[in-house]
């Protein structure tokens, strides 16, 4: 009963290229958004996030995209640098107000 | 100056016995939660308090108990403690209604032998 997938535990780029990290969800009652950034030995910390009312939110080098009919979101980071290496989390939420989180996706910067 | 700090960051401890995880958040946000961290790693709420009264609790066995003296701190005490109780719990803070942005700790790894 996983409502919060993230398919691909890894991921590696190469710096300065484009990473785009993947997210499913099931439930058609989530209408917010996150992603939070892991370094190993610290506790996630916020990214970004998007409402459903809206379909793109940028902030700097990263943007989040959802897409509801399909009930996928993305998290593209341009350029990656080395320093983005950490597990991203996608993370969900409805009128509960309460985060379904996903497995986690790492990602990999190659210099 | 941590913003949510949480002690201690290693707990190693045989089976059977009672330990304490203790959470702090200076950043005056009025509800704080505990995580925890399976070995999918998946992140799975376990409580959350607001203004230090309890508004979820998840299917968490009853040997979990948090306990929120006040706004700033909550407490988590977990008595007999079991092997499948291993795994890495995070306490996290936030002001309510700030869009769910969470200010997590940096985890507390439980380790039960």
Redesign the interface.
């Known amino acids: 009963d996983q409502q919060v997938k993230q398919n691909s535990p890894s991921l590696s780029v190469q710096e300065g290229r484009i990473s785009i990290l993947n997210c499913d969800y099931t439930n058609s009652m989530f209408d917010y958004f996150l992603w939070y950034k892991k370094y190993p030995a610290e506790g996630p910390t916020f990214l970004i996030s998007i409402s459903s009312i809206k379909d793109k939110n940028e902030d700097g080098r990263f943007t989040v995209f959802l897409n509801k009919s399909a009930k996928h979101l993305s998290l593209h980071i341009v350029p990656s640098q080395p320093g983005d290496s950490a597990v991203y989390f996608c993370a969900a939420t409805g009128s509960a107000r309460q985060l379904t989180f996903g497995s986690g996706t790492q990602l990999t910067v190659l210099p | 100056d941590t913003a ?1 700090s949480q002690t201690p960051k290693y707990l190693v401890t045989q089976m059977g016995n009672d330990k304490s995880i203790k959470c702090e958040q200076n950043l005056g946000h009025d509800t704080m939660y505990w995580y925890k961290q399976d070995s ?6 376990m409580f ?1 308090y607001n203004n230090k009264e309890l508004i ?1 609790n998840e299917t968490v066995p009853n040997r979990f108990s948090p306990k929120s003296p006040d706004k700033a701190h909550l407490n988590l005490h977990i008595n007999s403690l079991e092997l499948g109780d291993s795994a890495v719990y ?1 306490c ?1 803070s936030s002001l309510r209604g700030s ?9 507390t790894q439980l380790s039960v032998l």
């Open positions: 949510v999918k790693k998946f992140l799975k709420i959350s979820i995070f996290a869009g769910e942005k969470l200010f997590f700790g940096s985890g």
